[in-house]
Each structure stands twice: as C-alpha cells, then as structure tokens.
C-alpha cells in the first residue's frame, strides 16, 4: 500500500512539475517574441506600405500579399 502512495504522489508531483514548466516557457516564449517584435518594426511595416489607422496603435495587422500563391 505504501509503494502504491509513493508512486501516486510521485506521479502529481511530476504532473504539476510539467505544467510549472510549461507556463514558465511559454510565458517567455511570448515576452521575448514581444520584444522582438517591438525592436524591429520596421521589418513588418515599411514607409511606403499602406497604413490605416494610427502610427502608435497597440496593434499592426499585417498582410502578406503573395501573387503566386493561388498558382
């Protein structure tokens, strides 16, 4: 009975140890996607494109327009 607590408890600590982890990459996945994105803006919105809205908005859109696409 004993072996089968110890292996039970093994088992949810492990569970609750993944799912620490997971949080904890994916929330620095998106700071550091963020942050990259917040350092090069240029790369997605250059001077000549099409804008609509405010420059200092919170969010861009961006649509990628690929002519051979529907070849």
Excluded: H, W
């Excluded at 492990?14 to 803006?41: C, D, H, P, Q, W």
């Excluded at 919105?45 to 051979?68: L, N, Q, W």
Aim: net charge neutral; glycine share 4%; proline share 1%.
């Amino acid at each position: 009975m004993k072996k089968q607590n110890i292996v039970l408890i093994s088992a949810v600590c492990l569970v609750i140890v993944f799912v620490f982890g997971s949080y904890l990459y994916k929330t620095r996945e998106s700071e550091k996607l963020g942050f990259m994105a917040k350092e090069n803006v240029s790369v997605f919105v250059r001077d000549y494109s099409i804008t609509k809205g405010s420059d200092d908005a919170k969010v861009y859109v961006v649509e990628f327009f690929d002519p051979a696409c529907e070849t």
